[in-house]
C-alpha cells in the first residue's frame, strides 16, 4: 500500500513557474515507476511525464517537453515535477501516482495508487 500526498500548486502567472512535490508513504517507493498527470472537468485525465524507479528513465508529454522536469529522490520518498514557462493551457488539477510496472508507462489504467490532487492555476 502507498499512500500518496501532493503539494505546491497554486496561482501563478504566464511564464512562471512552480514545483509540485509528491510525498510518499511505505518502504517500497523506490520500486515504484511515478507518474504526473492531470485533469481539468470535462476532461480525460492526462499523461504529463513519468520516471522509473531509479530516476534514469523519464518520459514527457509533448505538451510539456522541455519545460517541466520529473526527478525523484528515494531517500526522501518524493517525486516532483518541476514546472517552468507555464501557459494558461497548463491550468489543471495535478496528480501523482505509482505503477508497479517496470517501464515507464503514460497510461493511467496502469497506475495503481494515487494522490488527492493539486490545483494548478496560470493566469493570463
Known amino acids: 500500500q502507498v499512500q500518496l500526498v501532493e503539494s505546491g500548486g497554486g496561482l501563478v502567472q504566464a511564464g512562471g513557474s512552480l514545483r509540485l512535490s509528491c510525498a510518499a508513504s511505505g518502504r517500497t517507493f523506490s520500486t515504484y515507476a511515478m507518474g504526473w498527470f492531470r485533469q481539468i472537468p470535462g476532461k480525460e485525465r492526462e499523461f504529463v511525464a513519468a520516471i522509473n524507479w531509479n530516476g534514469r528513465t523519464t518520459r514527457y508529454a509533448d505538451s510539456v517537453k522541455g519545460r517541466f522536469t520529473i526527478s525523484r529522490d528515494n531517500a526522501k520518498n518524493t517525486v516532483y515535477l518541476q514546472m517552468n514557462s507555464l501557459k494558461p493551457e497548463d491550468t489543471a488539477v495535478y496528480y501523482c501516482?505509482?505503477?508497479?510496472?517496470?517501464?515507464?508507462?503514460?497510461?493511467?489504467?496502469?497506475?495503481?495508487?494515487w494522490g488527492q490532487g493539486t490545483r494548478v492555476t496560470v493566469s493570463s
Open positions: 501516482a505509482a505503477s508497479r510496472i517496470v517501464v515507464v508507462t503514460t497510461t493511467p489504467d496502469e497506475y495503481r495508487y
